[in-house]
Every structure is written in C-alpha cells, then in structure tokens.
C-alpha cells in the first residue's frame, strides 16, 4: 500500500484531568494520539510536548508498517511523564508519512465526555 498521510502533524490543544469516575484504565481520564502508518516502513516519531511556562520535552515512538498505535499521553513516561492538569500542545515529527488523529476522553463527571479530531497535517 502507498503511505497515506503527512510527515508533520500539530495537536495544539492538550490536556488531561487528573480527575475520574473511575480508576478502571477504559473509563480513566486521558488524551490519546491515534497514529496510522500504512505505508511499508516503520515510521520512527519525534514527539515533541510545549508547555507554557517551561522547556518542551520530547518523546520518541516507533509505528511498524502498516500499523496503527493508540498512544495515550498518560502512558508517556520517558524522559518524564506529562503532568496532570497542565496545558500543553504537541508537534509529531515522522520519517515516512503518517495520519494523528485526537482523542480526549474526560471523566471527571458521570456525564462522561468524549471529543477526537484530526490533527493539523502539512509536510
């Protein structure tokens, strides 16, 4: 299959509530980056997190070919986690082309409620 997709993709809006109804991981309150690699390459993924009052930290990801990843920002632990309850905004850099799409699930009520889009693509 030919890859499908973009090589630079933005989420500018993030952020991940330190609250939940539940502390059961399918009902537990996180961001999550869904990436598609379709193409025949394992794309190699420069995470890169901006926050507004400190230094960004970058996250390494590998996406084998033809594969799709649901990283959930919670689960981001090295060089450090993503702390709770803080602004942040992220840039995806790949070697071969992906697709990111966005999802936040937020839990803090029992009115859970669930937001995804696609991020912002360009080469």
């Not at 033809?66 to 790949?94: C, G, M, Q, W």
Request: charge should be neutral; aromatic fraction near 8%.
């Amino acid at each position: 299959m030919l890859p499908i997709g973009r090589t630079r993709w933005a989420i500018p809006e993030g952020y991940i509530p330190s609250g939940s109804v539940s502390q059961d991981r399918a009902l537990l309150s996180h961001e999550t980056a869904c990436i598609l690699n379709a193409g025949d390459r394992a794309a190699n993924i420069k995470l890169t997190v901006f926050f507004a009052n400190r230094d960004p930290v970058t996250y390494r990801i590998t996406v084998p070919a033809r594969r799709t990843l649901h990283l959930r920002f919670n689960d981001l632990k090295d060089p450090e986690p993503i702390p709770l309850d803080t602004d942040y905004a992220s840039v995806f850099e790949s070697d071969v082309p992906i697709v990111v799409q966005h999802t936040r699930l937020d839990s803090r009520r029992a009115e859970i409620a669930l937001l995804s889009t696609v991020a912002y693509g360009q080469d």
